[in-house]
């Protein structure tokens, strides 16, 4: 590295660059292989424009560079940016733990709420595709953030629901049935899309 008080103001802008979470995993995803933008986006659960300023926080640092190939810029670590990660040893930040529902409460809670819509049908009629709905926000508020646990909750629920409203009207037979969970697809779908739209709003707040 230069000396003197080059080197001063070179460490400083180092390290002041180094002092965001976000910008020290980005180096490290950098550290692997040349990405882009996009992929640092997706990789890091930012937004695209505020992985933009972190990468132009980081190239006015002079720890990474831009090429451009073909109809994409691809950013790489500088010189500057090995060294300064070997000198300092400095180590990608732990991804965040995100609490989950244990598996066997999951299978419990969504057969109890494919349980409840059939049984408050007998006082209070909900339609099927506001319960969807409900139970898809809900879910993204509560300790389910995976899509993969959201989509196997709704599963669950969606097949008690069906199972059970068939029951409750005394309709077993396999028509019935099939016809029930047919009907409860509007559950399944919108329930999904109500996650999905939520999970989006948080990860722009998150930002």
């Given amino acids: 590295?230069?000396?003197?008080?080059?080197?001063?103001?070179?460490?400083?802008r180092v390290f002041e660059a180094l002092s965001d979470e976000t910008r020290l995993k980005m180096l490290h995803l950098l550290a692997e292989r040349d990405r882009t933008a996009?992929?640092?986006?997706r990789l890091t659960g930012k937004a695209r424009s505020t992985i933009e300023k972190h990468?132009?926080?980081l190239a006015s640092a002079g720890l990474i560079a831009r090429t451009k190939v073909e109809k994409r810029y691809l950013y790489s670590?500088?010189?500057?940016?090995?060294?300064a990660l070997g000198e300092y040893r400095i180590s990608a930040p732990p991804p965040p733990r995100a609490r989950e529902l244990p598996p066997l409460l999951l299978v419990a809670l969504g057969a109890a709420t494919g349980a409840v819509y059939a049984a408050v049908q007998e006082w209070a009629m909900i339609p099927l595709w506001l319960y969807g709905i409900l139970i898809g926000a809900a879910l993204r508020?509560?300790?389910?953030k995976s899509f993969k646990r959201a989509f196997s909750f709704l599963v669950i629920a969606w097949?008690?629901?069906a199972i059970c409203s068939a029951i409750a009207i005394g309709q077993t037979n396999l028509i019935s049935l099939a016809a029930s969970f047919t009907l409860s697809l509007v559950f399944l779908a919108l329930?999904?899309?109500a996650w999905l739209a939520l999970h989006f709003v948080f990860q722009q707040l998150e930002a």
């Fill in 55 to 57: 990468l132009d926080t």
């Fill in 141 to 144: 508020a509560l300790p389910v």
């Fill in 191 to 193: 329930g999904v899309g």
């Fill in 1 to 12: 590295m230069p000396s003197s008080d080059e080197e001063l103001k070179v460490k400083q």
């Fill in 77 to 83: 670590l500088t010189e500057l940016a090995r060294q």
């Fill in 38 to 41: 996009d992929e640092l986006a």
């Fill in 159 to 161: 097949f008690f629901l």
